[in-house]
């Protein structure tokens, strides 16, 4: 009779609420131990009578001069803890950039496009293949200059993007939240690529009339991770500035560019990157509390800028041919998961439970003193999030972090349907992700939100946010006409 195999225990039923009765023993130990010894006290107290604690508070020798210094120490130190915490900044709401549809570019049209650009066929056949594997659908959209053969990347139409994409965002952000634009104490913009004199921060002003004293920053070369930089900025301003609100602007401007060389690694963000935008409203007004979406809680920035490779791998510059391009090293993951392992380092002490925290602990002395081959325990970060918004930069960033944090496909799902819908819209992509999240009604009170961004430098950036309030459906946004399609089937290969 032959020997019956061994149950699967990595899947067992027992053994997974044999994890979740650790991880709600860990994680309420304080509670567990202080309500048996709460219900003592009370018993005791019950036990002994009304006329036994009167007895024994009269026998207190009470003086007031020590129960005056006692309470003026008291009231000093709660004093002293209230005004040194940080302000709370809080999101009081964001709008994104929705391109017209006359903006399309299908995959067919892209391709022509291409092909009437391009000399070279195996440039052409390079950027099929990538556009068939790349996870982008047949909606996404580029600025009008990039429409033209050959495009028209000129300063001109550049800012004419540039406007087109912000202007919107902050108007539809004013409609949101009846914002009157001569409020606005701090106004942080980020654009990586484009940065033109005066620069966009400045045409912000000029357009909306901003106050002469307002705190106005303009961001630029700091990559697709540059939004979470921006709100960090904006944070860090609002600790010092009471009763303040903070515009924060994140986008990329395509239409400048766009590579016309032949090298395959420049080939890439013509591929992928596409127009968009989010503005976003911070507050430390205690009075925005109540009508706010999100209360930020932590970011964290990780730079790896000292290492050459990282450095390099994502660099504009020229190719033999004087076309100026971005190139995107093949070392790309790899460095791109070593940053997100010194962030996650960082940031994991600060969200996960103490369950995961223990475990963790209990695994990396195992290694260090009992055997180094012991593999090590990767924090289950599903413990300490609900929603997770990783930057769309393509396919393979999705499916490693998928891969690296053991994530569902519902976890990735906001990350994938943006991709899909938009592209890579760079900085602003982590705000049309948390839209989708929020379009699907799955947003709840006491949520928190993970946002993760990479960008050149190299940097990994990751903000947590606490939802205030459920988010009711239907959402206004970038994804109020087509939600109802989402999510789709993305199949490996879209053969064109």
Not at 130 to 141: F, K, P
Not at 247 to 265: A, H, Q, W
Not at 365 to 372: A, D, E, Q, W
Not at 419 to 439: A, C, K, P
């Amino acid at each position: 009779m032959p020997a019956q195999p061994l149950p699967d225990f990595s899947t067992s039923v027992r053994l997974k609420y044999v994890k979740l009765g650790y991880q709600y023993l860990v994680n309420h130990f304080l509670t567990l131990l202080l309500i048996p010894m709460i219900a003592t006290c009370v018993l005791e107290l019950v036990r002994r009578g009304p006329e036994e604690l009167i007895s024994v508070y009269n026998s207190l020798d009470l003086d007031v001069i020590h129960i005056l210094c006692s309470s003026f120490v008291i009231i000093f130190v709660l004093t002293v803890y209230y005004m040194s915490r940080p302000r709370p900044v809080y999101l009081v709401d964001y709008a994104c950039f929705k391109p017209a549809p006359s903006c399309r570019v299908p995959f067919a049209t892209f391709m022509e496009h291409t092909s009437m650009i391009c000399e070279d066929p195996k440039s052409v056949q390079f950027q099929t293949r990538i556009l068939e594997r790349s996870g982008l659908g047949e909606e996404t959209c580029l600025p009008p200059a990039n429409h033209y053969i050959p495009p028209n990347p000129t300063m001109e139409a550049a800012r004419a993007e540039a406007q087109l994409v912000i202007f919107s965002a902050i108007d539809d952000l004013i409609k949101k939240t009846g914002l009157q634009p001569k409020h606005i104490d701090i106004l942080v913009v980020n654009c990586s690529l484009f940065s033109p004199t005066p620069s966009l921060s400045a045409m912000i002003v000029n357009k909306y009339k901003l106050r002469s004293n307002i705190k106005s920053f303009n961001l630029s070369g700091m990559g697709c991770s540059a939004g979470l930089l921006s709100i960090d900025l904006a944070r860090d301003l609002l600790q010092v500035l009471p009763g303040s609100n903070a515009l924060v602007i994140s986008t990329e401007i395509i239409t400048p560019n766009f590579y016309k060389g032949n090298r395959r690694d420049m080939l890439l963000p013509n591929c992928l990157f596409r127009m968009g935008a989010a503005a976003i409203l911070l507050s430390n007004r205690r009075r925005d509390a109540t009508r706010a979406k999100y209360r930020l809680l932590h970011v964290v920035r990780t730079h790896k800028g000292a290492d050459d490779r990282a450095y390099r791998c994502v660099y504009q510059e020229e190719d033999s041919d004087g076309h100026c391009g971005i190139s995107l090293s093949k070392d790309l993951m790899a460095i791109a998961g070593d940053a997100l392992k010194s962030n996650i380092t960082t940031i994991g002490p600060l969200v996960l439970p103490m369950s995961e925290q223990l475990l963790f602990f209990f695994t990396l002395v195992g290694r260090k003193l009992i055997n180094p081959t012991l593999r090590p325990y990767i924090p289950d970060f599903k413990q300490a999030f609900e929603h997770f918004c990783i930057h769309a930069g393509g396919r393979a960033v999705i499916d490693e972090l998928q891969k690296s944090l053991q994530l569902s496909a519902e976890h990735v799902e906001a990350s994938r349907m943006t991709l899909h819908r938009f592209g890579n819209t760079s900085s602003s992509s982590l705000w049309y992700e948390l839209n989708y999240i929020e379009s699907k009604g799955r947003m709840k009170r006491g949520d928190r939100v993970w946002q993760i961004g990479f960008g050149s430098g190299f940097k990994c950036n990751s903000a947590v946010w606490k939802c205030l309030r459920t988010v009711k459906t239907p959402v206004d946004g970038p994804w109020a006409e087509c939600i109802h399609r989402y999510p789709v089937d993305i199949p490996e290969i879209v053969k064109l």
